[in-house]
């Protein structure tokens, strides 16, 4: 310990290390007092292993960074792969299990517009038709969802559409009923 001068003491019959010491640094070379000192104490700081500079494969010469590829590396690039399937089979019209949920959508929507331009009514067009048949519902229905969603604002805002309908229908009917023609 005297010889890589490191501060101890004795105490009860022990040796004591006073502070922190940093035998070994990365990329230092171990001389034989370090390793000595660390054989005597039972720590065995050493790994060895290569260290690849170039990976080549198949006439390609890579670097070591190409190879750290993480789970949600892999997953995004299996996802891109999966949405352009998808589009392509969309866009071919050739179906394909990654297309399928947008088929049910495509279906889905078909059907709501049937059902919205005649009679015909299902359990999911219900709600639809409901909003389309009353106006001052979707319009409360819109700025709720613009504002903070609190029903204080539903609530006023269906009156206030009300009262703003009767005023534009006054003033069309004024500008109307002014019998001139535009060359009299």
């Known amino acids: 310990m005297q010889a890589l001068n490191i501060a101890t003491k004795i105490n009860k ?3 004591e290390v006073v502070s922190d010491v940093s035998l070994v ?38 670097t070591p960074e190409t190879l750290d590829i993480s789970d949600e590396d892999i997953l995004g690039k299996f996802l891109a792969g999966v949405q352009k399937m998808a ?5 071919t019209g050739i179906p394909s299990l990654p297309a399928l949920p947008h088929y049910f ?27 389309l048949e009353n106006p001052e519902a979707l319009a409360a229905l819109q700025s709720s969802a613009v504002a903070d969603d609190t029903p204080a604002a539903v ?23 002014m019998g001139f023609g535009l060359f009299d």
């Open 13 to 15: 019959g022990q040796v």
């Open 25 to 62: 640094k990365k990329g230092d070379k171990v001389g034989p007092s370090e390793a000595t000192l660390l054989q005597k104490l039972n720590i065995k700081p050493f790994t060895y292993g290569l260290i690849p500079l170039c990976v080549y494969e198949d006439g390609f010469v890579y």
């Open 155 to 177: 609530e006023t805002s269906a009156p206030a559409a009300k009262e703003a309908e009767p005023a534009k229908k006054e003033e069309e009917e004024e500008e109307e009923d």
């Open 87 to 91: 589009a392509l089979s969309l866009a």
């Open 105 to 131: 959508a495509n279906a889905f929507r078909s059907l709501l517009a049937i059902s919205v331009a005649t009679d015909i009514t299902f359990e999911r067009s219900k709600e639809i038709k409901e909003l």
